[in-house]
């Protein structure tokens, strides 16, 4: 039994804000939920989500025993399992028979396990997640432009800004804390806020300019821009590919943006005129298929300017998850190394491989998850690890995914709750720790890693995923080399690491901490990395000096693509997203009814002109269809979207009514540089129903 108190610092698990939480134990398993007042990232504020976290633990749902074949099992017949499949496959098939899909909500030090055991052991790079889905074209982007995956600039910036503009993100509800930290600065300062959204937001009740600009043309729009810039010649930096990126941004005329003369002026004066700003980008950019030229399309105009890594300007990509980050730096993406390091650079994998004394080093980039899923799918993939995600609901092409891991030959999933869309279809489940049980770290969207801490004693026999994946590398044969016995040895191992990727030349060093004791690690406080003997902390870029072999940014030239046309059978084009008070899958926020109170259903918003020719009236029910699946939705009619784009949350699975599963309608259409699929333009029907 827990013991009441005191106040535990911790992190919030939801969205990549990262906030600071204290949170009491009461007792009987309850904990009491308040904002910490000295986390940088929020000084004391919550969300709604966040402050709810106390209605979200206790046992309801809870998987609290492994599971073979749906019979309870004890964990050495689970875990003996396990690492005999996988042997067995990896013995018969190769390396890449395996996969592991794994989540942005682990912990890093769970990651970096999972990462290690995949490409140092195992020898193959088909480890994934689902933050693939949510800022893999935001990598690609850094990466093309700053020769490194690294954000350059700090919240602060935001409040430091003459003008925010916000690009394809609702901010008010999927980063909330952030928006109210953006709000009160306007209040203070009077900021200028842009919002560019093809859908009138939450956000835009702060905006001072909102551009409901053609859906997918921010690549388009931002050309504009960077041609404006060179009119008014505010070039103030000679990035490589200058010349061709501003000769690509001539090239372009205002009308795919569908936007009037008046507002697009507006925009062009205010972004010019504002010698601080920041360009805020999130999934909106990201979701789509041509995603890394739209990010690549925005870091061309603060290039170009010198408008970066100095207070109050820069591009700033907002990631989804509490961890998104931390899952780049262990190189939990399939095409990354650990620590950021390249994957195709076999100076840098020898150097991994050295340092980890891995047998198998995998040689070349993994399967990023659409292709992951459909290698399951077609028999290439023949054992599957899920771990602390439910692709079952949130992939795109939910149906198809959902029927390929049902028929692959092995599939284990970790998870904290019992019965999900996907736990269904494991032939082994293995109960994990959930937030508040569990010790370690994660990286919030500035680059800032704080502790996660343990308030509660975990439900059942559940485990530490970290645990559990060093368990069965033991067992697969690599006792010595996943003998770690606290979270804090993983994190000082990847501390290490990180010193020897910052040798390389690598933007991530923490080798600060490679040294850290259990009693250091158990009162670390929030910092922004990197902390190393070199670098401490701050900006990156401000002093013009980037990661590229030359030192100097590189600007892309951008052509937008815009997405393909609806035809007659498909004629609406169905945006997707994050609802206020709802989390992912609901797996967590669904315990809580407050939570549910916001919005209780799974809804379509449908321009009135939409609705009256389909004859569906507010509330009535209305069949969604794609030729991926379809769903049953609640219609809210509502000038905020426009005629022919409709938009619908992602919450909800197949087992509510109306089936709100709208993952089950997504095409799975990736960008061909950062592999993200384009959740945000699926062509359906609609149809009242
Ligand atoms: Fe949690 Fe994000 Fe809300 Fe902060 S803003 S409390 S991190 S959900």
């Not at 994934?128 to 982007?141: E, F, K, Q």
């Not at 032939?427 to 680059?447: F, I, M, Q, Y």
């Not at 997203?577 to 315990?591: A, I, K, Q, S, Y």
Request: proline content about 7%.
């Amino acid at each position: 039994m827990q013991t009441p108190g005191p106040a535990i610092r911790t992190t919030c698990p939801y969205c990549g804000v990262g906030c600071g939480i204290l949170a009491t134990p009461d007792g009987a398993g309850g904990l009491a939920i308040a904002g910490d007042p000295d986390h940088p990232a929020n000084f004391g504020r919550l969300c709604v989500k966040g402050s709810a976290l106390g209605e979200t633990v206790g046992m309801k749902g809870r998987l609290l025993a492994p599971q073979i074949g749906g019979r309870e099992a004890g964990w050495d017949e689970a875990l003996d399992l396990v690492a005999r499949r996988l042997s067995e496959t990896i013995a018969e098939h190769g390396p890449d028979a395996v996969a592991f899909y794994v989540s942005g909500q682990l912990l890093t030090e769970d990651y970096y396990v999972a990462n290690k055991l995949m490409k140092g052991f195992i020898g193959s790079a088909n480890i994934d997640t689902n933050s693939r889905l949510c800022m893999a074209s935001s990598v690609a982007g850094h990466r093309r432009a700053f020769g490194s995956d690294t954000v350059p600039g700090l919240y602060e910036d935001l409040e430091q800004a003459d003008c925010v503009v916000l690009v394809g993100s609702n901010l008010a509800w999927c980063h909330p804390v952030l928006f109210q930290r953006l709000a009160a600065a306007r209040e203070a300062r009077g900021t200028k806020v842009v919002v560019i959204d093809p859908r009138r937001t939450a956000t835009c009740d702060i905006a001072d300019l909102h551009l409901a600009l053609a859906p997918g043309s921010d690549g388009v729009l931002f050309n504009l821009l960077l041609a404006e810039i060179e009119r008014r010649g505010l070039v103030a930096a000679t990035p490589e590919n200058l010349v061709e990126a501003l000769a690509a941004a001539r090239a372009m005329g205002p009308a795919a943006t569908g936007l009037a003369d008046g507002a697009l002026r507006q925009f062009l004066d205010v972004w010019c005129g504002s010698n601080r700003v920041v360009t805020v980008y999130s999934q909106g950019v990201n979701q789509s298929d041509s995603g890394t030229d739209k990010v690549n399309a925005i870091l061309n105009c603060h290039l170009a300017t010198g408008r970066i890594g100095r207070p109050g300007m820069g591009p700033f990509s907002v990631t989804g998850q509490p961890n998104a980050m931390g899952g780049r730096e262990v190189g939990g993406l399939a095409n990354m190394l650990a620590c950021h390091l390249d994957i195709e650079n076999g100076g840098h994998r020898a150097a991994v491989q050295d340092f980890w004394r891995a047998p198998r080093m995998a040689e070349r980039p993994g399967l990023k998850a659409v292709d992951m899923f459909r290698a399951v799918g077609d028999g290439r993939i023949k054992a599957l690890w899920i771990i602390c995600t439910n692709p079952a609901v949130s992939m795109p092409e939910a149906d198809r995914v959902a029927r390929a891991i049902a028929g692959c030959d092995f599939v284990v999933v970790s998870d904290m709750m019992a019965r999900t869309d996907t736990t269904r279809l494991a032939h082994v489940l293995l109960p994990a720790t959930g937030w508040a049980e569990k010790d370690g770290t994660v990286t919030n969207s500035e680059r800032r890693i704080s502790r996660q801490r343990r308030s509660l004693v975990p439900a059942g026999q559940a485990r530490d995923d970290w645990r559990i994946i060093a368990d069965v590398a033991a067992r697969m044969g690599w006792p010595e080399a996943f003998a770690w016995d606290s979270p804090a040895q993983v994190f000082a191992e990847h501390a290490a690491l990180s010193g020897l990727a910052g040798r390389l030349g690598g933007a991530f060093d923490i080798s600060a901490h490679a040294g850290i004791t259990a009693a250091q690690y158990g009162a670390l406080e929030p910092f922004l990395w990197p902390q190393s003997s070199r670098r401490s902390g701050g900006r990156f870029f401000g002093d013009g000096r980037f990661h590229t072999p030359s030192g100097r940014a590189r600007m892309v030239p951008v052509v937008p693509r815009l997405p393909q046309p609806v035809g007659p059978a498909h004629p609406f084009r169905l945006n997707t997203g994050r609802v206020r008070d709802h989390w992912h899958t609901m797996t967590r926020t669904g315990l809580s009814p407050r939570l549910s109170r916001h919005l209780a259903e799974p809804f379509l918003e449908l321009h009135p002109t939409d609705a009256a020719r389909l004859g569906l009236a507010p509330a009535a029910l209305a069949e969604v269809s794609s030729p991926h699946g379809r769903a049953i939705l609640r219609v809210l009619v509502t000038d905020r979207v426009a005629p022919g784009h409709p938009f619908a949350p992602i919450h909800w699975t197949g087992e509510t009514a109306p089936t709100g599963r709208i993952g089950a309608l997504v095409v799975g259409l990736p960008d061909p540089l950062s592999g993200q699929p384009a959740s945000k333009s699926t062509p359906v029907a609609i149809r009242p129903f």
